[in-house]
Each structure stands twice: as structure tokens, then as C-alpha cells.
């Protein structure tokens, strides 16, 4: 079963747009994180944000700002006034203190194209 | 802003052939991991390294792929034979702590194509 669900394979928007990119997770754990990654078409992956499972306030960061809902197990990521510079795959993520290895379960990413 | 660096970024190999890929984590970090991406497709993990030796690895990482630490800062993933199927960018991370709220930090991966 897929732990962090991105059923958004693409989404194309229009510059100055907002834009919302889902993500659903599943875990047992109580305590855990969850984090979003860009990775623009230079390939590398970029560190957005992470928020722990305790801390559902939501969190703006100029244009970016993410809403945490540990009822419905989402953490969307919604880019507000988008650019062209925005155009990238977007990964969400979530790590649970369950392992030992750090390891992180990534979804599938969506792919955003922003259109000038 | 300290980096994780990854060499080479494209390196192409024949299939059968041995390559290794060398990675230099942030300095002040202690834990080290390899992820592999497909093209197109998502994020795996493959193995987290820890005080010199291996913490955890996923199913991918069988007994023809092996993790270094030969010296204080570079980390290695090596292949011992290729196979087609090996084909796909490889991301070094390093992160400060083992706990679960620990940022991994990616180098710019290493694009691996097998012929």
C-alpha cells in the first residue's frame, strides 16, 4: 500500500494563478513528519518544509503555505501567484519514527507546469 | 550554504561493468543514505549509513550494490555489474540527526545510464 499518495500526475496552470498540490498519507505511527521537495527540471531536490504530526498550524512562506490535517491525513501545498520559476515535480514525503534508517516514503510527485 | 555534492553527474556505463559513485555529505552530518529515481517515476529509498556501517535497505539494494565511507568526508555507492534495469539518478542525502524530523539534504544526483 502507498503510504503518501499524489493523485495529481500533472497539473498545468496560467502564470499569477494559485495552485494546490495534494498529498495523503498513511501511517500508524503518532508521531511523525512530513515534509514537500521540489525537483526542478535540473534534476536535484530541493527541501521545502517539514512539519511534525503534532503541529497542525498551518504555515505560509511568501507564496508558498501549507495546510496539515491529521482528519484526513492530507498535507496539500497550495503556491499562490504562480511563476514560471515554479514549474517543477513536487514531492511529498513522510518519515515515521519507526525506523531506525530515517528513511523517508516519497509519493509519486506532481508534475507542475506553469505557463507564461 | 553547506551542499551535499555528488560526482560524476552523468556517468555511462556498459551493462556487467562495476561503477562507483562518490558523494560528499555536509560536514557536520552523521547520517548518510542513497535514494535512486527511475525516469519518471518516484523517489526510492536504497540504504541509510551510520557510524560506519549500514542502519537500513530496502529490497533494491541486494548483494551487487555495496556502501563506503572510505575516509572522512566522501561516501560511496558502488554497483558491482550493472544491469540495464540500473539505469536512473541516484541521490546521495545526508541529514544532522537520526531522528524522523531531520531534514534529509540531496546532492544533485548522479545520472546513471547502462547500455
Known amino acids: 500500500a502507498q503510504k503518501v499518495t499524489q493523485a495529481q500526475t500533472e497539473i498545468s496552470v496560467v502564470e499569477k494563478e494559485d495552485v494546490t498540490l495534494d498529498c495523503v498519507y498513511e501511517t500508524r505511527d503518532t508521531t511523525y513528519y512530513l515534509f514537500w521537495y521540489k525537483q526542478p527540471p535540473s534534476g536535484e531536490l530541493v527541501f521545502l518544509i517539514r512539519?511534525?504530526?503534532?503541529?497542525?498550524q498551518n504555515e505560509i512562506s511568501g507564496r508558498y503555505s501549507w495546510n496539515f490535517q491529521k482528519s484526513t491525513s492530507s498535507f496539500n501545498f497550495t503556491i499562490t501567484a504562480s511563476q514560471v520559476v515554479d514549474s517543477a515535480v513536487y514531492f511529498c514525503?513522510?518519515?515515521?519514527?519507526?525506523?531506525?534508517?530515517?528513511?523517508?516514503?516519497f509519493g509519486t510527485g506532481t508534475s507542475l507546469t506553469v505557463i507564461p | 550554504e553547506p551542499e551535499v555534492t555528488q560526482t560524476p553527474s552523468h556517468q555511462v556505463t556498459q551493462m556487467g561493468q562495476e561503477v562507483i559513485l562518490r558523494c560528499v555529505p555536509i560536514s557536520n552530518h552523521l547520517y548518510f543514505y542513497w535514494y535512486r529515481q527511475i525516469l519518471g517515476q518516484k523517489v526510492e529509498f536504497l540504504v541509510s549509513?551510520?557510524?560506519?556501517?549500514?542502519?537500513?535497505k530496502s529490497e533494491i539494494f541486494d548483494d551487487q550494490f555495496s556502501v563506503e565511507r572510505p575516509d572522512g568526508s566522501n561516501f560511496t555507492l558502488k554497483i558491482r555489474s550493472t544491469k540495464l534495469e540500473d539505469s536512473a539518478m541516484y541521490f546521495c542525502?545526508?541529514?544532522?540527526?537520526?531522528?524522523?524530523?531531520?531534514?534529509?539534504?540531496f546532492g544533485n544526483g548522479t545520472r546513471l545510464t547502462v547500455t
Open positions: 542525502a545526508s541529514s544532522a540527526g537520526q531522528t524522523s524530523d531531520s531534514p534529509l539534504h
Open positions: 549509513f551510520y557510524n560506519n556501517e549500514i542502519s537500513e
Open positions: 512539519r511534525n504530526s503534532f503541529d497542525e
Open positions: 514525503a513522510l518519515s515515521e519514527t519507526a525506523n531506525t534508517g530515517n528513511q523517508f516514503y
